[in-house]
């Protein structure tokens, strides 16, 4: 019942219930309070018998038994007629009301119908008839209008009261509802006109609160890849700006003589401008198909590939000592190529000139490939921070090359795999960068 509670269209429908039900008892109530002969039989019966007390004998005349009734009309606006034991008329005063059924021998209700005999179009509504049987054998019928009942309220007003009882009870419902709807449309419609920040308050537990929850996410998510690309490119331009600065300065210097020295520097800082440029396109791929759908897409053009290999050739070219054990997963060969050979020049570029080395270690599930480095370490305050684009460590400078995105990659392309990256210290000084791919 708990997770049901928490259902919105649940509470609706127990809320709609609920109104039915506070309809039917209030209709009820006003039937019983307007319309009820039940409730008005006291009443009528105690009126007949007041007026009955009131007329003359049967032996005197008739219109004096006329007079008595006709005060009695006027003081209660009902309508009575008075009858001998076969059902003749001898007064009346108002509206004619129906006789009395003579096989009955005592007091009971006639007229039950919509119109009591006599009646004529345009006439107010009217209640049943009441007998009196008399004790000389005469009959007292008396009839009251439903005006003359003095009820606090009538019909209509009855059922105004009931709407507004009913609008009332489900108003504070509705209300929450559409309140937290309307603080969900104002920050959809902030995050639209720019404001990154816009976020929602979650209340409670339902479908609404989960769709805040869902907005939130996607805000924060929106917000975080919209400073990253501005960060790529803030990053960017300045990187660009160092080796364009070396390449005027070169080619001012060769106007100015025969300089082979400055050729080759000309010659370094393009290849470097180049593979920043090649580095920036592929963060900007990886970023890009970062979202599930185009995830499982790339995922589902993985191939089988001999990861051992991949390691084992990128450990050799870079002078690395390698050990490990035969594995095979799914996955971009270019891409994890990159992986490692990034994570090589890293530990060659910080590591000194102690070797590098590299394990292969298969698991149950998956593999991790640790790269070990004997450099100056990492603070732990910046082991998450390495892996953004552009950051590099206290202590690192340009003069050691790197543009600093190839650790981000790095991540992205762990991440594209469906693994992770960590950095760790290393006993006896060092780094170890340890990378985590699933096996299928």
């Known amino acids: 019942m708990t997770r049901w509670a928490h259902r919105l269209w649940w509470r609706i429908w127990l809320a709609t219930i609920a109104a039915i039900v506070v309809v ?17 039989g006291s009443g009528t019966a105690t009126l007949v018998s007041s007026v009955a007390a009131e007329l003359p004998g049967s032996d005197a005349p008739a219109a004096t038994a006329q007079e008595a009734l006709e005060r009695a009309h006027a003081r209660s606006d009902a ?11 001898v007064a009346r005063a108002g509206r004619p009301v129906p006789p009395p059924r003579l096989d009955e021998d005592d007091s009971h209700w006639v007229g039950w119908h919509a119109r009591g005999e006599g009646a004529e179009p345009g006439d107010r509504p009217r209640l049943p008839a009441y007998a009196l049987k008399l004790a000389d054998g005469r009959w007292l019928v008396a009839r009251r209008s439903v005006r003359s009942l003095h009820r606090p309220v009538g019909p209509w007003s009855a059922l105004v009261l009931l709407a507004l009882a009913v609008a009332a009870g489900t108003y504070p419902i509705v209300r ?5 709807l309307e603080r969900l449309q104002q920050s959809v419609e902030r995050l639209g006109g720019g404001d990154l920040t816009a976020r929602v308050p979650v209340e409670g537990r339902d479908e609404v609160a989960r769709l805040a929850t869902s907005f939130n996410h996607a805000a924060a998510r929106i917000e975080q890849l919209v400073q990253a690309h501005r960060g790529l490119l803030a990053n960017a331009s300045h990187e660009l700006r160092s080796p364009l600065a070396r ?5 001012e210097l060769m106007r100015s003589g025969d300089r082979p020295d400055v050729a080759q520097e000309i010659a370094r800082d393009i290849a470097e401008l180049d593979a920043l440029i090649d580095e920036i396109l592929l963060m900007s791929r990886l970023e890009s198909s970062a979202r599930a759908t185009d995830a499982a897409a790339a995922r589902a053009r993985f191939e089988l590939l001999d990861f051992t290999a991949i390691v084992a050739e990128e450990s050799a070219r870079a002078g690395a000592e390698f050990d490990g054990t035969t594995v095979t997963l799914p996955g971009d060969g270019r891409l994890l190529r990159r992986l490692v050979r990034n994570l ?3 530990a060659h570029r910080y590591g000194g000139d102690a070797p590098v080395e590299v394990a292969l270690v298969r698991g149950a599930r998956d593999v991790v490939l640790s790269v070990r480095d004997r450099g100056p370490g990492v603070p732990e305050t910046e082991r998450e921070r390495i892996f953004e684009p552009f950051y590099r460590a206290n202590g690192a400078s340009e003069k050691a090359g790197g543009v600093g995105l190839g650790l981000a990659l790095v991540r992205s392309i762990a991440h594209q795999h469906g693994g992770s990256v960590a950095c760790l210290a290393r006993d006896g000084g060092g780094s170890e960068f340890r990378v985590t791919l699933p096996m299928a």
């Open 24 to 40: 039917a008892i209030l209709a009820v109530a006003v039937w019983r309070t307007l319309f009820d002969p039940t409730q008005i």
């Open 79 to 89: 309508d009575f007629g008075l009858f001998d034991s076969s059902g003749r008329v």
């Open 176 to 180: 929450r509802l559409t309140r937290r």
């Open 247 to 251: 390449v005027r300065m070169g080619v």
């Open 344 to 346: 090589l020049d890293n």
